[in-house]
């Protein structure tokens, strides 16, 4: 696909689909501080996604990191033991939407959302996605979640 195709493309887009491509766009140009560390793009998702601009670095003095440290390894788990043979792209976009997810339901539970509640809430994405898509983890369809969202 050519860049002028993909820039003609852009303002057809819904706007959860354009914060899932910053999302994806941030991940790529942002250097991560560990690039071995697989909840560098969860953090980067979240981030993005509440408007923070804490470095990833900065976020281990904060206040947050330690039950960052016990949810974040998790909630990479679940989604790559869900999504096996999705790609980074795919998979980071998967993160966008669940923690979208989680905001829009923090919010109608009249929680704050803010990096603390987030970070604190984590551990909750699952059961947000099972809420979403009830059964289909149980039913091994969660691979249609991965191809809807392709397609979209």
Known sequence: MKLSEVLGVLPKLSQQELATVKAAIDHL???QVDEDDPTAP???AMTTLLGVRL?????HNNVNYKTWKRSAPAVVTFI??????ATKVAKL???SFLLEALIDDLKGRGVPVSLGTV????SRLPEIYDLIFPGYR???LS???LEAMKKE
Not at 55 to 59: G, H, K, N, V
Not at 119 to 122: A, D, E, F, K, S
């Open 29 to 31: 140009l942002v250097s």
């Open 80 to 85: 790559s033991e869900t999504w096996p043979d």
């Open 42 to 44: 969860l953090y980067s």
């Open 143 to 145: 691979h249609l979640v």
């Open 138 to 140: 149980q039913a091994g």
């Open 119 to 122: 970070t604190i809430n984590l």
């Open 55 to 59: 470095s990833y670095r900065d976020y």
């Open 93 to 95: 976009a998967m993160m």
